[in-house]
């Protein structure tokens, strides 16, 4: 028995635009289909989503959990419509906002599995990042139908040594960093804390600066309000615009203008710039 879910999302929304890198080690994009593993009552289900041309988004699914929480992933219900009508008049995300409308980031199913993220893309360059990652998953977490695996818990990863993580290709002080805090914090009751109590928690540990607490609060747990500072994109951006060295705190002053939507703004700047939509002095004339 399976459920069949036929959902309106609310706002514009794109799952071809959202999904375009989401494939990892707990899922995968093909054909226009998202497959996602979920751990679900301890077995590993797999959740699938589809758009149709009127824009209607399909999941089936092995059970109504699954479904829900696939619904959640995929930022269903979180309308950005008063985000693209502020970005739609601004001098850097005007023309992005208008091609790529249905752009929303995909979370991922666990606060632990962002936390993750955060410290595997940690000043290294994005494919090795995910490359790192998925290995982790791959060696931690348990693999159902189509080799996919679960997402980790918080209990998952503190059950793991530091050195444990170092032979997997972890750096050792972020290795410690992740345990450390999968011991001390149940990331996932951060979901009822407030966006600034969570930054403020997770910047006290050693290890975590804004671009992670970025990652965690826009990833893990679907919040727009919180910039990825320091992102190394956007470092080059600010570069571009500016025409000299920044340091990647200064780009807290162009997220800063997006107000709520600092992180949703990232997403899309980000975006925009490797697409040649965002407006930049041309060097060479200058």
Known sequence: MS???ALTPR????LALSARFASDATRTFRDGVLTQALAVDGSVQLAQARQAPDGTVAIRAPSEAAAARLRWVLALDDDHSPFLARAC???????????LRGLRPLRVPTVAHAL??????????????????????RAVCPAGPQR????????DLAALSPVRLRALGLHASRASALVRICRSVELERLHGVPTQTVAARLERERGLGPWSVGVVCLEGLGRSDHGLVGDLGLVKLLRALRGRPVDGRETAELLAPYGEWAGLASVYLLAGYTRGLIPVPDVRAA
Do not use: M, N, W
Request: glycine residues 6%.
């Open 3 to 5: 459920v069949d879910l």
């Open 11 to 14: 706002g514009p929304y794109s």
């Open 89 to 99: 008049e601004d001098a850097l995300l005007g023309r992005t906002s208008r091609e």
């Open 116 to 137: 993750l993220r955060a410290f595997c893309g940690q000043l290294i360059e994005a494919k090795l990042a995910r490359r790192l990652e998925q290995t982790i998953v």
């Open 148 to 155: 996919l695996h679960t997402s980790p818990a918080t209990r």
